[in-house]
Nanobody
Framework: VQLVESGGGLVQAGGSLRLSCAAS????????MGWYRQSPGKERELVAA???????YYVESVKGRFTISRDNAKNTLYLQMNSLKPEDTAMYYC??????????????WGQGTLATVSS
């Protein structure tokens, strides 16, 4: 599986961004997928994940604001980010084989897309 993210950019606080992750390969639908983020000086953090069956996980700080979804027919993962805050500023990475919050479980990473939220 190869992963290519898009959709990052600069937005004002309170705004929205939609990240996309296009996956190559035929096994996308069988993998748990997720979005991690990392900002300077901080560890990479699992923001949201979705199992092959559609069960979702969100870190507490984004609950009610972010929505993860997947379209297996298009081999694409999404992250809809609403009510963005300056603290959401980070590089966002698409990840495959997200078994838990530990990034060591991930077997494939995208190159990342930068989301910047201005105050």
């Amino acid at each position: 599986v190869q992963l290519v993210e898009s959709g990052g950019g600069l937005v004002q606080a309170g705004g929205s961004l939609r990240l996309s992750c296009a996956a190559s390969g035929s096994i996308f639908s069988t993998k748990a997928m997720g979005w991690y983020r990392q900002s300077p000086g901080k560890e990479r953090e699992l923001v949201a994940a979705i199992s092959s069956g559609g069960t979702t996980y969100y870190v507490e700080s984004v609950k009610g604001r972010f929505t993860i979804s997947r379209d297996n027919a298009k081999n694409t993962l999404y992250l809809q980010m609403n009510s963005l805050k300056p603290e959401d500023t980070a590089m966002y990475y698409c990840a495959a084989n997200v078994e838990n919050t530990d990034p060591k479980s991930v077997d494939t990473w995208g190159q990342g897309t930068l989301a910047t939220v201005s105050s």
